[in-house]
T-cell receptor, first 113, second 115 residues
């Protein structure tokens, strides 16, 4: 069975601070895909990033960066220089070979001016 | 990529009634999924909508409560039957274009309130 754990329920920061969201996953699949989605108060899901299990290269995309470590089954996500518009719930998700997504519980990020 | 239109965007329904949610995709897709997000909770997969056969339900979800249709490769419906206040949730349709796709695509969601 697959499992995704987001231990942080809520993170509050002041604008311009960095925010790192933790995600730990469990899977028996040898090939899998990890995602981060953002859900603002309006409710829609906004795709942020995806990482394949066979590619551990960490990257930066604008203010977003991620740290994928297969050895520790972690897929952490960082927002640099946070802005008020970053306030949302962030979900880590694990895609299995059938296309099903297992979501973590989500982390509420609150950015105050 | 895929663009998903989901209707209605929101509804308020009386307990005991049923609501059918529609999901239209702008291209043919093999895999369509229905998720539920209860208030303040994460997303949980209800079922996989299979074209030409019955949907495959996850543990805790049954066809009598959540009947699903998939008449073709671009369309699916989810019905929430005999609703109770516990069914108040956001229901989301999703498509997966395969491992090579950059993301799983979601509809805008249907925000259902049962009174």
């Amino acid at each position: 069975a697959q499992k995704v754990t987001q231990a942080q329920t809520e993170i509050s920061v002041v604008e311009k601070e960095d925010v790192t969201l933790d995600c730990v996953y469990e899977t028996r699949d040898t090939t899998y895909y990890l995602f981060w989605y953002k859900q603002p108060p309006s409710g829609e899901l906004v795709f942020l990033i995806r990482r394949n299990s066979f590619d551990e290269q960490n990257e930066i995309s604008g203010r977003y960066s991620w740290n994928f470590q297969k050895s520790t089954s972690s897929f952490n996500f960082t927002i640099t220089a946070s802005q008020v518009v970053d306030s949302a719930v962030y979900f880590c998700a694990l895609r299995n070979s059938w296309g099903k997504l297992q979501f973590g519980a989500g982390t509420q990020v609150v950015v105050t001016p | 990529s895929a663009v998903i239109s989901q209707k209605p965007s929101r509804d308020i329904c009386q307990r005991g009634t049923s609501l059918t949610i529609q999901c239209q995709v702008d291209s043919q897709v093999t895999m369509m999924f229905w998720y539920r997000q209860q208030p303040g909770q994460s997303l949980t997969l209800i079922a996989t909508a299979n074209q030409g056969s019955e949907a495959t339900y996850e543990s805790g979800f049954v066809i009598d409560k959540f009947p699903i249709s998939r008449p073709n490769l671009t369309f699916s419906t989810l019905t929430v039957s005999n609703m109770s206040p516990e069914d108040s949730s956001i229901y989301l349709c999703s498509v997966d274009l395969g491992p090579g796709a950059s993301e799983a695509f979601f509809g805008q969601g249907t925000r259902l309130t049962v009174v």
